[in-house]
């Protein structure tokens, strides 16, 4: 048994990482357990927005995460009805990273777990599966990791993704919006440009959005929920010819995919708990709402709650107070970004992708509300803002306790085992 600690956060993603962060430069005495060896697995969010960066900003980090690699996106386009148009445009955002930078998870959870890594009292665990509570007199102490060790510590974080454990452990009610679509990710090779050109493919029935990382794409093309299997059994020449129908500038270079193991499948989920909190636990991130890739905003929500929830419990905590009371404040000030956000995702899954995609519509001209943002151009700050910035956007408040020393010395990881143009582990479809 483990015990001790303030604050033990279950799972090494962006929620979780900042968490442990921002209660570690508190001074609480906090552990973060990952169940994997490492963060490599490809194909997940990789988009970090500005709302994010001014956090870094304001921790002072924002420089050295801007030396690690990372491609910048500031404006967003969607080609439709052969035609190209700017709808969102960063330039007018009023931060100082006017500008979405990509960056591979992997790469920007090192950064995260180096930096947090420079205050003792923060710790992380790999390889510590979490699977169940520890609940006594129905109060959450602990969790009990894969291996039978306990871990116990005055509140326990559920930042373990959206097929999480501990919220099914603790009983947490949960609405489910419902999604009608999946998404394949796969790379496609390009040349690099002088501009990023980031956007989304709008064709006959289908839609494909292209990341822009400079010498490839990463590609996510949407299909009806559940439909991959039957995609697969159509065989990978049938399921090439689509992608080049839908996007006809793909063409050549998707000659290049050879097998199924180069696509991946993403399940996609709308959810959000009606209940973040019990006495003794708390969920944040994909924990408490799973969001859809709409708008690349997952990782940047997840992130906002971390710091709401240092904002509202570390200095309590840091002073060995009772944090409990103050538990559904967390989801007070965070459940209406939440529902807004889900809002926004809802409508364009019923009223964008399940026409085009699952009903098969063609769009043979470009819609009305599409062709203002290139007749009314500054209508384009408009989505960049929401997208950029969020909805109640959070600064950081948590204390510093004045723990930071030099870090200890870390092995970043090889390119024979990953980099972030050529990642070996991939993710779990």
Request: cysteine-free; charged content about 30%.
């Given at each position: 048994m483990t015990s001790g600690f303030d604050v033990v956060i279950v799972g090494g993603g962006p929620a979780g990482i900042m968490a442990g962060l921002l209660f570690g430069r508190a001074g609480c005495k906090v552990q973060v357990l990952e169940k994997h060896a490492d963060f490599f697995r490809d194909f997940r969010g990789d988009t970090v927005h500005p709302s994010t960066m001014e956090v870094l900003r304001e921790l002072?980090?924002?420089?050295?995460?801007?030396?690690?690699?990372?491609?910048?996106?500031?404006?967003?386009?969607?080609?439709?009805?052969?035609?190209?148009?700017?709808?969102?445009?960063?330039?007018?955002?009023?931060?100082?990273?006017?500008?979405?930078?990509?960056?591979?998870q992997w790469d920007f959870l090192d950064f995260l777990a180096q930096e947090a890594r420079h205050y003792p009292t923060f710790s992380l665990r790999m390889e510590a599966e979490a699977v169940d509570l520890i609940i006594e007199s129905g109060r959450v102490?602990?969790?009990?990791?894969?291996?039978?060790?306990?871990?116990?510590?005055?509140?326990?974080?559920?930042?373990?993704?959206?097929?999480?454990?501990?919220?099914?452990?603790?009983?947490?009610?949960?609405?489910?919006?419902?999604?009608?679509?999946?998404?394949l990710w796969f790379r496609l090779p390009k040349e690099k440009s002088a501009v990023n050109e980031t956007g989304g493919t709008f064709g006959a029935g289908t839609f494909l959005v292209q990341l822009d990382r400079g010498n490839y794409w990463q590609c996510a093309y949407v299909v009806p929920k559940g439909a991959a299997d039957e995609i697969r059994k159509t065989g990978m020449r049938e399921f090439r010819a689509d992608v080049a129908r839908a996007a006809p500038k793909l063409a050549q270079a998707v000659e290049t995919?050879?097998?199924?193991?180069?696509?991946?499948?993403?399940?996609?989920?709308?959810?959000?708990?009606?209940?973040?909190?019990?006495?003794?636990?708390?969920?944040?991130?994909?924990?408490?709402?799973?969001?859809s890739p709409v708008g690349g905003v997952g990782i940047n929500l997840a992130i906002q709650d971390a710091v709401a929830a240092a904002n509202i419990l570390a200095a309590p905590l840091a002073r060995g107070e009772d944090v409990d009371p103050l538990l559904k404040n967390v989801q007070g000030r965070r459940l209406l970004p939440t529902r807004l956000v889900?809002?926004?995702?809802?409508?364009?899954?019923?009223?964008?992708?399940?026409p085009l995609v699952v009903r098969k519509?063609?769009?043979?001209?470009?819609?009305?509300?599409?062709?203002?943002?290139d007749r009314l151009p500054f209508l384009r700050r408009i989505p960049a803002r929401l997208v950029g910035l969020g909805i109640r956007r959070e600064h950081i408040r948590s204390p510093d306790a004045g723990l930071r020393r030099a870090a200890p010395?870390?092995?970043?990881?090889?390119?024979?085992?990953?980099?972030?143009?050529?990642?070996?582990?991939?993710?779990?479809?």
């Open positions: 002072g980090l924002l420089d050295e995460f801007l030396k690690r690699p990372h491609d910048e996106i500031r404006t967003l386009t969607a080609r439709v009805a052969n035609r190209q148009i700017t709808f969102a445009d960063a330039s007018h955002l009023p931060v100082k990273t006017k500008f979405i930078a990509l960056m591979p102490s602990g969790v009990r990791l894969k291996v039978g060790e306990e871990v116990r510590a005055r509140l326990t974080v559920a930042a373990d993704g959206r097929g999480s454990v501990l919220r099914e452990k603790a009983g947490l009610p949960k609405t489910d919006l419902g999604a009608p679509i999946d998404v995919l050879e097998d199924w193991d180069q696509v991946k499948l993403l399940s996609v989920s709308l959810d959000r708990l009606t209940r973040w909190w019990r006495p003794g636990l708390l969920a944040i991130g994909d924990a408490a709402h799973a969001m889900q809002r926004a995702q809802k409508i364009v899954h019923n009223r964008v992708l399940t519509a063609k769009l043979d001209k470009v819609p009305f509300v599409l062709g203002l943002f010395a870390k092995r970043r990881p090889s390119p024979s085992r990953g980099s972030s143009r050529s990642p070996r582990r991939t993710a779990r479809s």
